[in-house]
């Protein structure tokens, strides 16, 4: 079985039945509930969100538009208002008039851009939608909010003009914030979250759902009282693995391999963490050196192999966005696992406090988990590992 670190589809999709099926039954029944995934990165959110796409697409033949920020380059307000026009457009493919791809309306000239969209037969609001989106993209219009709500509005003027339900999927939803315009390259910052959840009140035809890796940031989205989609958006968090999914893993990924013993398939879990990027980088790493039996020695080494092929390129980007002090209590606490706040505050010579506010940051990011009072682990024991093995931090 050949294995991947691109979202698993179809065959390769493994474990997640309940969240899967809860979705894909929600969001094609006529009711409007929306959904939020949080969970840390590689957790499997994205492969969930594409095999709920397909599942609608294929088996409700529910119209879907899968948006990833994180794939928006130059991640620019224009860059993803012509992804975002793409994702709907294509979505409605088999539905519209006449088919066309968004990119043929760009190069269209402006006199006969109004035209050939008349010729189409779309509904006023898709035309009006449309011709603001290709304007900004264009750069022949400048008003941000327009484009941002011709944008978002396209989706569902589609399913009106179609009589269709839709569902509008933005992964990694909280980067929008980051996304930048203007000659200044300025942030749009919270004003995008704030217009976005303004349109989704008026919606009637498309569902939303959206996903993030910083658990606190989408509660704050969601689940507070004062959080722009409370009672909008279901909160589902994404956990690790079980068990059960686990073994589910082993049986169609490596399904000839032998434990030596009961406790090695539990190690293997455990330096996974039941993660499944993990759990592909170790798989395919088991299969590059090809053992049909795996030791507690043998694990050793595969797991120093992925790290020395892979660590820099799996796991850098965690802390290329951290403050030193935050990169110091890090390497702190992957060398030591039972280490005090008190003791990393005399172990990298920082000052206490400095400290608290570093573990209160990397626990907001997802990056480590507070067990107690002073207590704190990796959710990712692969990423702690690497920690250890690194010295360029």
């Known amino acids: 079985m050949a294995f991947t670190l691109t979202p698993a589809l179809a065959d390769d999709f493994v474990g997640r039945k309940e969240i ?47 948006v990833s920020v994180w794939r928006v380059s130059p991640n620019t307000i224009d860059e993803f208002v012509r992804v975002a026009n793409r994702a709907a457009l294509n979505a409605f493919r088999n539905r519209l008039p006449a088919k066309f791809k968004f990119e043929e309306l ?87 979250i704030k217009l976005i959840r303004t349109l989704y009140e008026g919606f009637k035809r498309t569902k939303l759902v959206i996903s993030g890796s910083y658990r606190q940031t989408m509660r704050n989205l969601v689940a507070k009282q004062s959080a722009p989609f409370y009672k909008q958006l279901l909160l589902r968090e994404i956990e690790p693995f079980s068990e059960s999914e686990y073994k589910e893993f082993l049986q169609h990924y490596l399904p000839g391999l032998k434990f030596t013993r009961d406790a090695v398939r539990e190690q293997l879990y455990r330096i996974s963490s039941g993660i499944p990027y993990n759990l592909q980088l170790l798989g395919s790493e088991i299969q590059l050196q090809g053992l049909n039996d795996l030791s507690s020695e043998k694990l050793s080494g595969v797991v120093d192999g ?34 005090k706040p008190s003791g990393i505050a005399a172990q ?30 990796f959710p990712d024991n692969l990423f702690g590992e690497w920690l250890k093995s690194s010295d360029d931090l």
Request: charged content about 30%.
């Open 348 to 377: 990298q010579f920082m000052d206490k406090d400095t400290v608290g506010y570093s573990l209160s940051l990397l626990v907001n990011k997802g990056i480590i988990v507070r067990r107690g009072r002073g207590a704190y682990v």
């Open 306 to 339: 992925v790290l020395r092929k892979e660590g820099e390129l799996s796991f850098k980007e965690f802390v290329d966005d951290l403050t030193p002090s935050e990169v110091k209590v890090l390497r702190a606490l992957a060398r030591s696992s039972d280490i």
């Open 20 to 66: 899967t099926s809860e979705l894909v039954n929600q969001l094609s029944s006529r009711n409007k509930i929306g959904y939020s995934l949080s969970g840390v990165r590689r957790i499997g959110k994205t492969s969930i969100l594409k095999e709920v796409e397909r599942r609608l697409t294929e088996n409700r033949k529910v119209p879907v538009a899968y």
């Open 106 to 192: 760009l190069v269209t000239g402006k006199a006969a851009l109004t035209r050939f969209l008349n010729s189409l037969k779309l509904s006023a609001k898709v035309t009006d939608d449309l011709e603001v989106s290709i304007s900004y993209v264009r750069r022949e219009a400048s008003d941000v909010d327009d484009a941002l709500t011709g944008c978002f509005s396209l989706i569902e003027h589609l399913g009106e003009m179609t009589r269709t339900n839709s569902v509008l999927i933005v992964d990694e939803f909280p980067s929008l914030v980051d996304l930048t315009y203007g000659a200044k390259n300025q942030k749009i910052g919270d004003s995008m």
